[in-house]
Structures are given as C-alpha cells and as structure tokens.
C-alpha cells in the first residue's frame, strides 16, 4: 500500500471539491483548479476527506495511487494558500524588474531578457529576490525553473540565478604557480 496514498485529505471550510468521470476540481478561495483523473484510483469523499483506493494491484496502479493523491493536495493547498518560489539574483549589475505580466532581467547579456510570466502567475522583486506565486505548484514551478535557465549559478563566484534555498558547490579557482 502507497504510504502517500492511503492517507486521506482534509477538505479545510471554503473549498469544494467536485468529482466527476474524467476529472477532479477544487474551488477555493484562491481560485479553482482541476486535474485529470487516473482511470486506476478510486476517489471517494466522505465526512469531509477525500480518500484514495486503488483498482488493481499492479506498478502502474501503485504508481498513480500515490500520484492522484499528491495532485489532489497540491491542488486544495493551492486554492487556500497558493504557493511561493524565491529566486536569487547574484552578479554585478545583474537585476530583475516587473513590469505587469512581463519580467525584464539584465543578467551580462549585450542585451535585456525579457520573460512573458504565464497565466496565474505574479511577480515582484525585492532587492535581490524575485518571488514568483500561484495557485498551481507545476506552473510556478515551470516558471522559477525557466527563469533559472537565462542564467544558471556559476560554481566559481556563485554569479547567476538561484533558489533561494539551493546549496551552492563552490570550487576552488585555479592555483598561482
């Protein structure tokens, strides 16, 4: 049994939960989201819990029970409290600005690298930290990852952009001889 998957959701006041043949929605204060749903998981709601139960013992079923039920709570924690990636921006003259849906970033480059922030997703920058959220884990994921692309960490000086939580390996430059 699916240790991720036998452990029932609470459903917090405020948020509705709609089953149906193909697909699962979730209505919160935040928004409302739907995912697709796994033809090999069962999900029932009952006194306030959605539970999952698998319909065959086999990988795949083992695989998308645990699955169905993580999308499921990443999708009632994203219509109560929406979730937040920190990205750090390290480098001499290297900068992010917001501008409505657009993010411009001066990262070394000849010329600015603007990124066009997809839907449902708000930015702002403090200082250093540019903060993406959202209500939906993938996208705001997608989106700090696409943002780390323009300008990964170097391992020398730790110039680029990070996670705000990322462990560096720094390496030792090369020896005078």
Do not use: W
């Not at 452990?7 to 089953?19: A, D, F, N, S």
């Not at 306030?48 to 319909?55: A, D, E, S």
């Not at 998308?64 to 929406?82: D, E, F, K, P, S």
């Amino acid at each position: 049994m699916s240790r991720i998957g036998k452990k029932p959701i609470q459903i917090p006041k405020g948020v509705t939960i709609t089953l149906g043949n193909e697909r699962v929605a979730a209505k919160g204060p935040k928004g409302s989201l739907e995912v697709r749903r796994h033809k090999l998981v069962d999900i029932v709601q009952d006194d306030g819990k959605l539970v999952f139960r698998r319909l065959e013992e086999s990988k795949p079923g083992r695989a998308a029970h645990g699955l169905m039920r993580a999308l499921c709570a990443n999708m009632v924690t994203g219509v109560t409290v929406g979730f937040q990636r920190k990205l750090e921006i390290n480098g001499v003259g290297y900068r992010a600005e917001v501008q409505g849906r657009k993010v411009t970033f001066q990262l070394g480059y000849s010329h600015p690298v603007e990124y066009e922030l997809p839907v449902g997703i708000t930015a702002s920058v403090e200082k250093s930290i540019l903060t993406l959220s959202g209500i939906d884990k993938e996208a705001v994921g997608a989106a700090a990852a696409k943002i780390r692309s323009f300008r990964p960490p170097e391992p020398y000086k730790g110039k680029g952009i990070k996670y705000l939580e990322e462990q560096l390996l720094r390496k030792v430059g090369k020896a005078a001889g």
